[in-house]
């Protein structure tokens, strides 16, 4: 079973430390969340795992081995992928055009077709195909985007804010889309700072407060935690 950790992670900006000592585990086949207001340090983080940045301490593990220096590129071809909160869609080109773009590196044509299709059916995206980017829905926009991320084939997903910008309905139909993903083996860490959203679709989560994780467990442990409840519904992240 692969796994993937982060451990003890730091990262300081103007000597404030945006991430500190924040440590993270998961196997594949597990969908587990980070949560917490923002500018609690889940971008950071998240960059930090996938490779765009570098932790001042600490380490990120895949298995036993060490990548905690690996750039972004090294890191993706060993399974790990990011999806940025920004759209990242390509938005001149069709909906199976973007996902080609990712296919068509790692397989010869006709291997990318029909994998095109089967991603096109998995995502419910066939009747959008021949639709350009930029006349996209927030929720199609995202769909494609997620599409063309898990084409690589993937060990762990890493989505920063999957849901943000996409209506109730999409939502949900995202959230029945990464629960097939999680089934079928992959492995999917998703931020958000609605924990909402994340404790509906994650098993586990870990909440981030000024960079820290202040508690980790099940979706039913969270919701009775002191700490998260004064978090969410105190009105604010300050441990000091």
Same mark, same amino acid.
């Given at each position: 079973?692969?796994?993937?950790?982060?451990?003890?992670?730091?990262?300081?900006?103007?000597? %404030?430390?945006?991430?500190?000592?924040?440590?993270?585990?998961?196997?594949?086949?597990?969908?587990?969340?980070?949560?917490?207001?923002?500018?609690?340090?889940?971008?950071?983080?998240?960059?930090?795992?996938?490779?765009?940045?570098?932790?001042?301490?600490?380490?990120?593990?895949?298995?036993?081995?060490?990548?905690?220096?690996l750039p972004v590129h090294l890191r993706a071809r060993k399974g790990i992928v990011y999806l940025p909160?920004?759209?990242?869609?390509?938005?001149?080109?069709?909906?199976?055009?973007?996902?080609?773009?990712?296919?068509?590196?790692?397989?010869?044509?006709?291997?990318?077709?029909?994998?095109?299709?089967?991603?096109?059916?998995?995502?419910?995206?066939?009747?959008? %195909?021949?639709?350009?980017?930029?006349?996209?829905?927030?929720?199609?926009?995202?769909?494609?985007?997620?599409?063309?991320?898990?084409?690589?084939?993937?060990?762990?997903?890493?989505?920063?804010?999957?849901?943000?910008?996409?209506?109730?309905?999409?939502?949900?139909?995202?959230m029945e889309l990464l629960k097939t993903l999680k089934s079928k083996g992959d492995g999917i860490l998703?931020?958000?700072?609605?924990?909402?959203?994340?404790?509906?679709?994650?098993?586990?989560?870990?909440?981030?407060?000024?960079?820290?994780?202040i508690f980790h467990g099940r979706p039913d442990e969270v919701v009775k935690n002191e700490k998260v409840?004064?978090?969410?519904?105190?009105?604010?992240?300050?441990?000091?």
């Amino acid at each position: 079973m692969k796994t993937l950790a982060a451990k003890n992670l730091e990262k300081i900006y103007s000597r %404030r430390k945006v991430v500190d000592g924040v440590s993270i585990y998961m196997e594949k086949g597990e969908l587990v969340g980070l949560a917490g207001p923002n500018g609690a340090g889940k971008t950071t983080t998240f960059y930090i795992i996938s490779g765009f940045i570098y932790p001042d301490k600490g380490s990120v593990l895949l298995d036993d081995e060490d990548i905690t220096n690996l750039p972004v590129h090294l890191r993706a071809r060993k399974g790990i992928v990011y999806l940025p909160q920004e759209p990242s869609i390509f938005r001149r080109l069709t909906v199976e055009e973007n996902i080609l773009s990712a296919l068509e590196l790692y397989n010869p044509k006709k291997v990318a077709m029909e994998k095109l299709e089967v991603l096109l059916n998995t995502f419910h995206l066939s009747h959008l %195909r021949k639709k350009k980017g930029g006349n996209l829905s927030g929720g199609e926009r995202r769909r494609t985007e997620v599409a063309r991320a898990f084409s690589v084939e993937p060990h762990f997903m890493l989505l920063d804010e999957p849901f943000t910008g996409i209506d109730p309905l999409m939502t949900s139909e995202l959230m029945e889309l990464l629960k097939t993903l999680k089934s079928k083996g992959d492995g999917i860490l998703i931020s958000d700072h609605n924990i909402k959203e994340v404790l509906k679709i994650c098993e586990r989560v870990y909440i981030l407060c000024e960079g820290k994780v202040i508690f980790h467990g099940r979706p039913d442990e969270v919701v009775k935690n002191e700490k998260v409840r004064e978090l969410y519904l105190g009105g604010g992240c300050k441990l000091r």
